[in-house]
């Protein structure tokens, strides 16, 4: 069955990094767009971040454009999201979804506080 | 990017009831609409894809239409697993966007 689990959440300062994993099963990983979806605490979904299967189409939220990254490593059934200058807003739950339109399969989250 | 826009945010309805969200894209996404139900705690559950395709397993009292800029989610008689946040998402354009959500709570 397909599994993602997010890894790499925690506390970070404002101004801070983070490094999100995101590591895939069940399913040929190279052959899907994959997704980072957040929700602030008690908030609506935002749409982060989705990525072509072979990596070279990647498209960014404008709230987060030149401060996040995302990549994938294929062989490694793997997707990452690098967070540089965290700020405050930032704080949500961030989750690995597989696809970029109807989405049936998300991971379980990862939870980036930016606090002081 | 486009934006989409839920109502009501708030909705207080009571089991049997017929209930309407709607949400309007500011501009058209033809039919390139999804609709999801979030529980506390939980992930968003797809309902329906291309603004009217129920998805596999959802209730047949889930039914979605609309295209363009306006789309609705009708539940035909509301039952108790249904007290929940219901979002909207548009994949129509290169970005992603979701509406604000409407919550669903009993009356």
């Known amino acids: 069955q397909v599994q993602l689990v997010e890894s790499g959440g925690g506390l970070v300062k404002p101004g801070g990094s983070l490094r999100l994993s995101c590591a895939a099963s069940?399913?040929?990983?190279?052959?899907?767009?994959m997704s980072w979806i957040r929700q602030a605490p008690g908030k609506g979904l935002e749409w982060v971040s989705y990525?072509?299967?072979?990596?070279?189409?990647?498209y960014y939220a404008d709230s987060v454009k030149g401060r996040f990254t995302t990549s994938r490593d294929n062989a490694k059934n793997s997707l990452y999201l690098q967070l540089n200058s965290l700020r405050a807003e930032d704080t949500a739950v961030y989750y690995c979804?597989?696809?970029?339109?109807?989405?049936?399969?998300w991971g379980q989250g990862t939870l980036v506080t930016v606090s002081s | 990017d486009i934006q989409m826009t839920q109502s009501p945010s708030t909705l207080s309805a009571s089991v049997g009831d017929r209930v309407t969200i709607t949400c309007r894209a500011s501009q058209s996404i033809d039919n390139w609409l999804a609709w999801y139900q979030q529980k506390p705690g939980k992930t968003p559950k797809l309902l329906i894809y291309?603004?009217?395709s129920l998805e596999s397993g959802v209730p047949s009292r889930f039914s979605g239409s609309g295209s363009g800029t306006e789309f609705t989610l009708t539940i035909s008689s509301l039952q108790p697993d249904d007290f929940a946040t219901y979002y909207c998402q548009q994949y129509n354009s290169y970005s992603r966007t979701f509406g604000q959500g409407t919550k669903v709570d009993i009356k």
């Open positions: 990525i072509s299967s072979g990596g070279s189409n990647i």
């Open positions: 069940g399913f040929t990983f190279s052959d899907y767009y």
């Open positions: 979804v597989r696809g970029y339109s109807g989405i049936r399969q």
């Open positions: 291309k603004a009217s």
